[in-house]
T-cell receptor, first 113, second 114 residues
Framework: GENVEQHPSTLSVQEGDSAVIKCTYS??????FPWYKQELGKGPQLIID?????GEKKDQRIAVTLNKTAKHFSLHITETQPEDSAVYFC????????????FGKGTTLSVSS | DAGVIQSPRHEVTEMGQEVTLRCKPI?????LFWYRQTMMRGLELLIY????????DSGMPEDRFSAKMPNASFSTLKIQPSEPRDSAVYFC????????????FGPGTRLTVL
């Protein structure tokens, strides 16, 4: 079955710096790769996603890249702000419709001002 | 819409007791997911339903765990008997069930088994 590895497990940056979180997946059939943000005491919330027919997607300060050949995908946050501090999860789909997901173990991002 | 509703928000029980976690998905959503979150294992998919039918329960850890979805607006996750290693935060999520749709998570139930 699908396995998703996520690195690093913790990341500390200064406000205004960029943050990069990387994930790898094992099943070449996976075709949908969302990223979720979890704030303390809450459930995860989708922040951006990418499908396998796209190499890069950007939404304001957040971008995701996908390398299907290498089975890598990454989240890039530019101009980080204290409110970006949270746990970030990558995920990969385990069915063709992208309905069900397997999540990485998460990255705790701390942005200090 | 109120979002995904889970109850209880916190549950403390003793080993051997039965625990029932409840979830009300967002109205109109036809896919429902149960996850377990721990520090060691992260966010694990336990089971998911499409149109009230269980599709994949391969993530259910053992026979002590069971899940039902009797109708489109209600699901339960039951642990019987509970063990201390079941202590975790359990999340329910729902989605519209079409391709590549966002999953909306509830606030979670924090379960502590003593």
């Amino acid at each position: 079955g699908e396995n998703v590895e996520q690195h690093p497990s913790t990341l500390s940056v200064q406000e205004g710096d960029s943050a990069v979180i990387k994930c790898t997946y094992s099943d070449s059939a996976s075709n949908y790769f969302p990223w979720y943000k979890q704030e303390l005491g809450k459930g995860p919330q989708l922040i951006i996603d990418i499908r396998s027919n796209v190499g890069e997607k950007k939404d304001q300060r957040i971008a995701v890249t996908l390398n299907k050949t290498a089975k890598h995908f990454s989240l890039h946050i530019t101009e980080t702000q204290p409110e970006d501090s949270a746990v970030y999860f990558c995920a990969a789909s385990i069915d063709q419709a992208g309905t069900a997901l397997i999540f990485g173990k998460g990255t705790t991002l701390s942005v200090s001002s | 819409d109120a979002g995904v509703i889970q109850s209880p928000r916190h549950e403390v029980t003793e080993m051997g007791q039965e625990v029932t976690l409840r979830c009300k998905p967002i109205s109109g959503h036809n896919s429902l997911f149960w996850y377990r979150q721990t520090m060691m294992r992260g966010l694990e998919l336990l089971i998911y339903f499409n149109n009230n039918v269980p599709i994949d329960d391969s993530g259910m850890p053992e026979d002590r765990f069971s899940a039902k979805m009797p109708n489109a607006s209600f699901s339960t996750l039951k642990i019987q008997p509970s063990e201390p290693r079941d202590s975790a935060v359990y999340f329910c999520a729902s989605s519209a069930g079409q391709e590549y749709n966002e999953q909306f998570f509830g606030p979670g139930t924090r379960l502590t088994v003593l």
